[in-house]
């Protein structure tokens, strides 16, 4: 049981546009900054969002992240096939002295 | 060109120990928090454990603590996970990953790409 809480999957057309939930508390997201993270089974996972809302150099402005008192949204713009992945929310739990991830949330772009 | 590389990964009985290293290249290593998170087979990713940057910082999950133990040799560039007292349920690969950038001490900001522990009899 993960201490952030993501659906397992969401699905979108291609072009589309689709959102991931992740839901947390005050230990965690209402008082620590949010990342999100793609992961294609195989590979490296790769930083899309920090801070809540910033993206690294080289993620498209497709992608975006938003943070709302104990919740955090990634929104996935123009959806490519090559989207097709696990997303996975992050941040630090003050009670836990931990890092904390959600459960992931596979995408598949239809 | 950064770069990450986990060793140390393999068969391991129950109650065994094993260590990992994470070589690493093409930043400052000293700079930055380190990383451990895991995945088991057909699950999500879990953080592990984290360490500072001198070392004289660490954390670890509830699942691993009084276990396993971070470590790092900023003159060799190389973070380890000395793991002790196995179970199945620490079955997973292993990934080692950095700080996105210098002073970030939860953001998790580049990865290797694993190194795969089965724990089993």
């Known amino acids: 049981q993960s201490v952030l809480t993501q659906p397992p999957s969401v699905s979108a057309a291609p072009g589309q546009k689709v959102t991931i939930s992740c839901s947390g508390s005050?230990?965690?997201?209402?008082?620590?900054?949010v990342s999100w993270y793609q992961h294609l089974p195989g590979t490296a996972p790769k930083l899309l969002i920090y801070d809540n809302n910033k993206r690294p150099s080289g993620i498209p402005d497709r992608f975006s992240g938003s943070k709302s008192g104990t919740s955090a949204t990634l929104g996935i713009t123009g959806l490519q096939t090559g989207d097709e992945a696990d997303y996975y929310c992050?941040?630090?739990?003050?009670?836990?002295?931990?890092?904390?991830f959600g459960g992931g949330t596979r995408l598949t772009v239809l | 060109e950064m770069q990450l590389v986990e060793s140390g990964g393999g068969l391991v009985q129950p109650g065994g120990s094993l260590r990992l290293s994470c070589a690493a290249s093409?930043?400052?290593?000293?700079?930055?928090?380190m990383h451990w998170v895991r995945q088991a087979p057909g699950k999500g990713l879990v953080w592990v454990s984290r360490?500072?940057?001198?070392?004289?910082?660490?954390n670890y999950a509830d699942s691993v603590k009084g276990r396993f133990t971070i470590s790092r040799d900023n003159a060799k560039n190389t973070l380890y996970l000395q793991m002790n007292n196995l179970r199945a349920e620490d079955t997973a690969v292993y990934l080692c990953?950095?700080?996105?950038?210098?002073?970030?001490?939860?953001?998790?900001?580049?990865w290797g790409q694993g190194t795969l522990v089965t724990v089993s009899s």
């Open positions: 990953a950095r700080g996105y950038a210098s002073g970030y001490y939860y953001t998790v900001g580049y």
């Open positions: 005050s230990s965690n997201i209402g008082n620590n900054y």
């Open positions: 360490i500072s940057t001198d070392g004289s910082s660490r």
């Open positions: 992050g941040t630090w739990d003050n009670s836990l002295s931990a890092g904390v």
């Open positions: 093409g930043f400052t290593f000293s700079s930055y928090w």
